[in-house]
């Protein structure tokens, strides 16, 4: 076995360890019982703060 072969062998298992990791958070993503969290993280940015007015930024 030389260094051709470990090198292709090492590629392969990398790149099915990556397709596997992508198929897991394609399917987290998509699932339909994720849409209402996912909603509201991306709601979050637009979120009204003006309750907190004074507070030093970081400090609850």
């Known amino acids: ?3 051709q ?3 292709f062998w090492s590629q392969m298992i990398a790149m099915t360890i990556f397709a ?3 198929g897991g958070v394609l399917v987290y993503a998509l699932r339909p019982g994720n849409k209402a969290r996912f909603d509201a993280a991306s709601r979050v940015p637009l979120a009204d703060d003006s309750d907190k007015m004074g507070e030093p930024h970081g400090r609850s």
């Open 1 to 3: 076995m030389g260094y």
């Open 5 to 7: 072969d470990v090198a």
């Open 20 to 22: 596997i990791v992508m």
